[in-house]
């Protein structure tokens, strides 16, 4: 268990400030805990960097990177990490580098990690791979993959893999999506990616692997702005079970469900834009 933890949003769609901050479609946020320093993912790669120098986060001292999930707006930074402190673990599911695309009414376009492997590792990547719920540091979890369970969070059919046929293309489960639990004194901290396997199955997941353990904040991406009327009331239904302290959505939420979500969690709501601090313990 940490005593106290920090989270400041280094990429996202929206800035909050300072003046300077570049938004861009992506998300990366930099956890200070009293034991070490983690890069969650790395953005889309136009703004880590310039907002990290901005809000005095220094790259070249973090102790590991955390990736989400192999899209682009999640690991196109990783280079510039990577180039700033040196060799560096960085803990991912080893699907992150499947090809991957988003395709809808006869458009596709590639959204996967844009660089090979072997490229990253020879920047000094050390690719630690996990596939299930497992503690990366006294205290800080990350959930690997996440059962799907609900019969609500469906995954979102505009995600294809290719499939062995020329040109099939077949659903993309995002096995990979996965979310960093930090255990602190308030109770769990949950930082999501973009909760591709279903907010209401990642709380379950932290739940059933940490019992008795209240949560406290969950912050990131929650897909919800990709979701139907139906998927969404029912999520919104099911967090009352969680009594969850304070949500702070961003990336992948949308406006609208942003909004929908303050109204429904009035205080207890933030938007996690560039360049805001959150701070437990």
């Not at 279903?198 to 702005?225: A, D, K, M, Q």
């Amino acid at each position: 268990m940490t005593r106290e933890c920090k989270i400041t949003v280094l990429c996202e769609n929206s800035v909050a400030g300072p003046f300077g901050l570049t938004g861009e479609h992506g998300w990366a946020a930099y956890v200070e805990t009293d034991g070490c320093r983690i890069l969650f993912d790395t953005g889309q790669g136009q703004g880590l960097v310039p907002n990290s120098l901005i809000l005095k986060k220094d790259l070249g001292k973090i102790d590991s990177i955390v990736l989400s999930h192999g899209h682009y707006d999640h690991t196109s930074g990783l280079p510039q990490a990577v180039q700033l402190r040196g060799e560096v673990p960085v803990y991912a599911h080893p699907d992150i580098f499947l090809d991957r695309y988003w395709s809808r009414g006869g458009q596709k376009r590639h959204i996967g990690i844009r660089f090979k492997k072997s490229w990253l590792e020879s920047l000094g990547c050390r690719f630690e791979f996990r596939t299930g719920f497992a503690e990366i540091y006294p205290g800080i979890h990350i959930t690997g993959e996440v059962p799907r369970t609900t019969d609500f969070e469906p995954p979102d059919p505009n995600m294809k893999i290719p499939g062995e046929k020329p040109g099939e293309m077949l659903q993309d489960q995002l096995r990979d999506d996965l979310s960093m639990v930090i255990d602190t004194r308030e109770g769990l901290v949950i930082l999501l990616g973009c909760a591709h396997a279903g907010l209401v199955n990642i709380l379950n997941w932290c739940s059933e692997n940490l019992p008795g353990r209240p949560f406290h904040t969950v912050i990131g991406g929650t897909h919800l702005g990709f979701a139907g009327a139906d998927q969404f009331e029912k999520t919104l239904a099911a967090l009352d079970q969680f009594d969850i302290k304070r949500l702070g959505a961003s990336h992948c939420t949308g406006l609208e469900n942003s909004s929908r979500l303050y109204c429904a969690l009035g205080k207890r709501f933030f938007h996690a834009s560039a360049g805001i601090t959150v701070t437990i313990g």
